[in-house]
Every structure is written in structure tokens, then in C-alpha cells.
């Protein structure tokens, strides 16, 4: 297997950033009372997953790495539950492309990190 040259190489990566685009685009039709809210809270913990997994690929020692990765998984955790405020408040139309979308970044993120420590 080909070590990537860059993150955006990283499938985890580009799945998370994929996330972060569905993110956006469902928060665009949020209430304007939640601009300063939910909204920019949903947008920054989605944006922080694909940062931190970018950031912790330059990194050089497996714990600074792990590190990185680890922030990732809190703040994927905290976009779960941003999927289940904004569905209990009626914000969403499609939560079920939003759970399966996270569900997919963990796992994937759950096994790059098991790899990492493999290695």
C-alpha cells in the first residue's frame, strides 16, 4: 500500500469533508435566530473533525498524531448530538444522510487510528 503525500489523499479526510459540506448546506436553512448558535457551533465542531484529522497528518510523532485524531473524535461526538438537537427542533429534513454520513467518518476515523498505533 502507497503512503499518501498529503491529507487530502486520506479517505477518512474526504469524508469528513464531505460532512462538513452536508453540514453548511443543511445549517443554511436553520432559523436566523440560530446564526450566532447552533448553526456556527454545528459549522465549527463539523469543520474542527476535517481540520484536526489535516493538521495531525503533518505531525510527526504517533502521540502528537494521536493527539490531533483524538480532538477529531470529540468533536465528531459533539456533531452527533448537534444532529440530534437540530432534528428534535425540526431544523432537518434528511437527518438519516447526516447520521449515516458521521457514522461512516468514525468508523473509518476509529480504524485510522487503530492503524497509527499498530504501526
Known amino acids: 500500500m502507497e503512503k499518501s503525500k498529503t491529507f487530502k489523499e486520506v479517505i477518512v479526510w474526504q469524508k469528513a469533508h464531505a460532512f ?3 453540514v453548511y448546506k443543511v445549517s443554511e436553512k436553520f432559523p436566523k435566530s440560530e446564526m ?3 448553526t456556527s457551533q454545528f459549522r465549527r465542531a ?8 489535516a493538521e495531525g497528518y503533518k505531525k510527526r510523532g504517533t502521540a502528537d498524531k494521536l493527539r490531533f485524531y483524538n480532538i ?3 468533536s465528531l461526538e459533539e456533531c452527533r ?7 428534535d427542533l ?3 429534513q ?4 447526516l447520521n449515516t454520513q458521521i457514522e461512516e467518518v468514525s468508523k473509518l476515523l476509529h480504524g485510522y487510528i487503530k492503524a497509527i498505533k499498530n504501526n
Open 46 to 53: 463539523a469543520t474542527s473533525i476535517a481540520a484536526n484529522i
Open 36 to 38: 450566532y448558535g447552533l
Open 72 to 74: 477529531s473524535q470529540g
Open 94 to 97: 434528511d437527518v438519516n444522510k
Open 81 to 87: 448530538y448537534f444532529i440530534i438537537l437540530a432534528n
Open 20 to 22: 462538513v459540506l452536508s
Open 90 to 92: 425540526d431544523y432537518l
